[in-house]
């Protein structure tokens, strides 16, 4: 592989954002992910397979190492941040539809939830997996996330949830969006939620973790 | 500042000079399959477990949540507290984002309990304060309001100002209002648990009330965690949290060091209580 995307693809892995950043330590005073996906396009390597050869493997490895607790939150978000560096170089290609999107993803906590931590490590893990990210926040109403689906045709819903008591509003949300939008698919997560749950409240899939939303939604567009 | 809470039969003090109440936090559905399971078939024999096992911690009071999909709380939750005041006379915590299942509650209970909670939000302080009044309960203020979550310490200060002033109005004792200064994880934000310090310094220092908070899940995301919920509830009681809300099996012991390093401990006859309840388990 080009040594530059391998440099670029371990910067996103380790959270190295650019070159002024002092984190992570060891990679102190090197170039990060802003100026090296900068080198990349200048050096002639197209959007696509900067993407592909670089992002999206980081963060696919990132996911993994997540999923078995090889790292934690905080290294998690220091990847994200380095991803999304990298990511102002690339989003002109993706408005001017130079590169294209996977597809779309509308995120966001059901009502009464406020806990948006997990909603966020799943959405930057799917936007480093090359889906566009419709972020709604926290607490959305049903209505929020109709329009959201008027709005984006195609697009894929996932719903989080941390509490017991706001898993109600999560089978309310998925029926009534079902009810309007038969085919649309819908994802859940979040502490007490379960592939039980999941299958009970007419939802698509359920994953304990975000890797397994991003290898879910792979599949859906491979 | 001194909140009195009761059970059937027993009277539980939280004062702001004296030591830590731990109101134990494990009747909660949350990861606990076979709570939901056993309560579902109208079963409460495990959550009477769980409530005894914690007092034998040391719980001061329990908090009773008993929210999960599909369950009717208002009937579920009064059934739960009936059961608990049958088998235990310390004060009940009752724990709810539903003020029907609150009021129906509080219609059975005996003693004075506490609400858990009342934010800023309009439609929380119109609808939860009245039933507070009506049945002598005592309230969480969460600081919280319309506006969502702030990470201004000042204004979450603000926040407990104004539910403690719109409680006070209509007609609840000011000491009936205890302040939850909102703990968020750290894993996401680094100066999460900071910003929760600095409003339990503030609302301890300029209004002088009590301060409770659920800090199980600041260390969300991260190895150990019981290193860091012991360190941030150490820090927090320097701070002025008066009355966790915890599993008691795990915090107690810290507790009651942070009491006697304080100062409000003598003869470290409470720390030795404790102590001895560990040698027999």
Do not use: Y
């Given at each position: 592989m080009n040594q530059l995307l391998e440099k670029l693809s371990a910067c996103v892995e380790f959270g190295k954002i650019d070159i002024k950043s002092p984190y992570p330590p060891s990679m102190k005073d090197q170039e990060g992910a802003f100026e090296l996906t900068r080198s990349a396009l200048d050096a002639g390597i197209s959007p696509g397979e900067i993407l592909e050869e670089a992002l999206i493997p980081a963060m696919s490895r990132v996911g993994q190492k997540f999923s078995r607790n090889e790292i934690f939150v905080p290294q998690m978000l220091m990847a994200a941040k380095a991803m999304s560096s990298s990511m102002t170089h690339i989003r002109p290609y993706y408005l001017s539809g130079e590169t294209k999107r996977k597809g779309t993803f509308i995120i966001g906590t059901v009502?009464?939830?406020?806990?948006?931590?997990?909603?966020?490590?799943?959405?930057?893990?799917?936007?480093?997996?090359?889906?566009?990210?419709?972020?709604?926040?926290?607490?959305?109403?049903?209505?929020?996330?109709i329009d959201a689906a008027e709005k984006h045709p195609g697009a894929v819903v996932g719903l989080s949830a941390l509490l017991t008591t706001t898993m109600e509003n999560m089978r309310r949300t998925v029926a009534t969006l079902k009810e309007k939008f038969p085919h649309l698919r819908i994802l859940v997560g979040g502490a007490p939620v379960t592939t039980e749950f999941c299958e009970k409240i007419g939802a698509d899939y359920y994953s304990p973790d975000p890797q397994g939303a991003v290898d879910y939604l792979s599949a859906l567009v491979r | 500042m001194k909140t009195v809470l009761s059970g059937k039969t027993k009277e539980v003090i939280i004062d702001t000079e004296g030591p830590v109440v731990i109101i134990g936090e494990s009747i909660n559905p949350t990861r606990r399959k076979k709570l939901v399971s056993t309560l579902q078939e109208g079963n409460f024999e495990y959550m009477l477990t769980?409530?005894?096992?914690?007092?034998?911690?040391?719980?001061?009071?329990?908090?009773?949540?008993?929210?999960?999909?599909?369950?009717?709380?208002?009937?579920?939750?009064?059934?739960?507290?009936?059961?608990?005041?049958?088998?235990?006379?310390?004060?009940?915590?009752?724990?709810?984002?539903?003020?029907?299942?609150?009021?129906?509650?509080?219609?059975?209970?005996?003693?004075?309990?506490?609400?858990?909670?009342?934010?800023?939000?309009?439609r929380s302080l119109e609808r939860l304060l009245p039933i507070a009044k009506e049945y002598g309960a005592a309230i969480i203020g969460l600081v919280l309001d319309d506006d969502g979550i702030t990470h201004d310490p000042e204004k979450r200060l603000r926040i407990a100002e104004k539910i403690i002033e719109r409680a006070v109005r209509i007609g609840i004792k000011e000491e009936d209002v205890i302040i939850d200064p909102l703990a968020m994880a750290v894993s996401a934000d680094p100066n999460a648990c900071r910003v929760t310090l600095e409003t339990i310094r503030l609302v301890h220092d300029r209004l002088g009330h009590n301060i409770t908070q659920g800090a199980s899940n600041i260390s969300f995301g991260l190895p150990n965690r019981e290193n860091i919920n012991n360190a941030y509830m150490a820090m927090s009681i320097l701070y002025g949290l008066t009355c966790p809300i915890a599993n008691p099996e795990k915090i107690t012991g810290l507790v009651r060091a942070a009491d006697i390093v304080l100062g409000r401990d003598d003869y470290a006859i409470r720390y030795i209580e404790h102590y001895k309840t560990t040698l027999q388990s």
């Open positions: 009502t009464g939830d406020l806990h948006d931590i997990g909603k966020n490590l799943v959405a930057m893990m799917i936007e480093g997996a090359g889906w566009e990210i419709i972020d709604l926040g926290v607490d959305v109403s049903v209505d929020k996330f | 769980i409530a005894r096992s914690q007092i034998e911690a040391m719980a001061d009071m329990l908090d009773v949540n008993v929210g999960f999909p599909g369950v009717v709380d208002e009937k579920l939750l009064p059934q739960a507290v009936m059961a608990l005041q049958d088998n235990f006379d310390i004060p009940l915590c009752l724990d709810s984002p539903n003020p029907s299942a609150i009021e129906a509650a509080l219609k059975v209970a005996r003693g004075k309990c506490l609400i858990n909670s009342v934010n800023g939000e309009e």
